[in-house]
């Protein structure tokens, strides 16, 4: 009985594992940094950093097509976030966490404490989330249920029409908010507008933009009014990118004269890249290059 009990065991151990789809990627990269001390007051020069940054991911189906996946990502260093808000982000995470999705007919949920970004405004965390579609209409919700937050965010995509509806009761203030997004693209000319309504007034962004791709370049400019006391044009962003090959750059600017310069150039499974911010008024501008690999 004893032998014929672990070859069941072991039968079904064996079906488990080789239903289960493992699989490894991430990211690595070596920086040569100068932020002006911007990271830590004493790097008045240039400095080297590097990191790694690994997602380890295993997934199952069962017979009726519900699928399940649970993963973790684990890493050590700094990446310079070179291409938006210049930061050095540490790498890594508590190996612990437990994500967990379970996916069926076009479903998801994902349960992951503190570890799901709100719908509306990524600053504030959910622990659970559902996400789907209903022919062109695709739909989230995220909730924390011990603080009784939640966010949500709505898409519908008509041709070239794209509209976007997202909201929260937790934003930046604590507060009720919601966002609204449209564009619609019209051979290599796009045009968007988008609004908020938040708690506080003076978060109550509004924005009208387009882009144009004329071949390898594509022109951006948008026009912003930041809170309801302001006008538009108060902000604004213009941005020229060039992309042929394996080679891409872009160069932006803002009505405060603060500039960005960056060029990328494809390695195939890595990128070498080139960043220079002027942050008019401020002194801790940013030069960066190096390469970042992926595996």
């Known amino acids: 009985m004893k032998k014929v009990l672990l070859t069941t065991t072991a039968l079904v151990m064996t079906a488990g594992v080789a239903a289960a789809e493992v699989s490894f990627s991430g990211t690595a990269g070596i920086a040569f940094i100068d932020d002006n001390g911007a990271s830590v007051a004493t790097?008045?020069?240039?400095?080297?950093?590097s990191y790694y940054d690994m997602d380890v991911a295993v997934s199952g189906t069962a017979d009726n097509g519900l699928t399940m996946s649970a993963g973790f990502d684990m890493?050590?260093?700094?990446k310079i976030d070179y291409d938006d808000d210049d930061a050095l982000e540490l790498q890594g995470v508590d190996i612990g966490d437990a994500d967990v999705a379970v996916s069926m007919s076009g479903w998801t949920l994902t349960v992951d404490q503190d570890g799901i970004d709100n719908l509306f405004d990524d600053d504030q965390q959910e622990d659970m989330s559902i996400a789907g579609s209903v022919g062109d209409l695709s739909v989230a919700y995220a909730a924390d249920l011990e603080n009784d937050t939640s966010s949500y965010k709505l898409g519908y995509t008509m041709g070239d029409l794209k509209l976007g509806l997202t909201g929260t009761d937790n934003d930046d203030a604590g507060g009720d908010a919601t966002g609204f997004s449209a564009s619609y693209a019209m051979g290599g000319l796009t045009l968007s507008v988008a609004v908020s309504d938040e708690s506080v007034d003076t978060e109550d962004d509004a924005s009208v933009g387009f882009t144009y791709k004329m071949?390898?370049?594509?022109?951006?400019?948008?026009?912003?009014?930041?809170?309801?006391?302001?006008?538009?044009?108060?902000e604004w962003d213009a941005k020229v990118s060039y992309s042929a090959g394996a080679m891409s750059a872009s160069i932006?600017?803002?009505e405060a004269d603060a500039s960005t310069l960056i060029a990328e150039y494809d390695l195939?499974?890595?990128?070498?890249?080139?960043?220079m911010h002027d942050?008019?008024?401020?002194?801790?501008?940013?030069?960066a290059f190096g390469i970042n690999f992926k595996f």
Do not use: C, H
């Open 43 to 49: 790097r008045d020069g240039m400095f080297v950093e």
């Open 75 to 78: 890493g050590a260093g700094s």
């Open 215 to 234: 071949d390898a370049i594509t022109l951006g400019y948008t026009t912003i009014r930041p809170g309801k006391d302001a006008d538009f044009g108060d």
């Open 252 to 254: 932006a600017i803002d």
């Open 268 to 275: 195939g499974g890595a990128t070498a890249f080139a960043a």
């Open 279 to 287: 942050k008019a008024g401020e002194a801790n501008d940013l030069t």
